[in-house]
């Protein structure tokens, strides 16, 4: 089964993670959504991953960024950013998440992760992957 990746489609065996680009994403959160929500453009032109046409996610409008034409069908945290989402594609029970206090055997034990970049827009502790690092918290928004 194809998967969609910043390069692509792409095999199993890695995580994928999509959403804001300040948090290191390559493909906008849009694409996933527009999966998940039997909409044929962009990865899923012609129903070309979501094949059934099959509707995962049934969302309001307005609950979706209407700004520009770019920005359209983005899920937007209240700060604007888009929230982004990582899902365990490896099956190795851990869903890799991009912060460094979250790695290797700390990453988060879940199949799907979901987190925003915060009122800051930057990933972790004002732009360095952390989402705690002493007595220092994140303003980030994280779901597990």
């Known amino acids: 089964m194809p998967r969609l990746d910043g390069e692509g489609l792409v095999e199993a065996g890695e995580d994928i993670a999509v959403g804001d680009p300040r948090a290191g994403m390559k493909l906008s ?38 700004a520009t034409d770019a920005s359209a069908g983005e899920f937007l945290d209240p700060w604007g950013s888009q929230y982004c989402v990582a899902m365990d594609y490896s099956g190795d029970l851990r869903t890799k998440v991009g912060y460094l206090d979250f790695a290797n055997d700390k990453a988060p034990k879940v199949r799907a992760a979901a987190f925003s970049v915060g009122p800051d827009g930057k990933l972790g502790l004002s732009g360095n992957p952390f989402s705690k690092k002493g007595d220092r918290v994140s303003d980030d928004v994280l779901s597990w």
Not at 50 to 66: A, D, H, K, M, W
């Open 29 to 66: 959160n849009r694409d996933l959504f527009d999966i998940l929500q039997a909409i044929e453009r962009g990865v899923n032109t012609d129903a070309s991953i979501n094949t059934r046409r099959v509707v995962f996610l049934q969302g309001q409008n307005t609950s979706r960024s209407l």
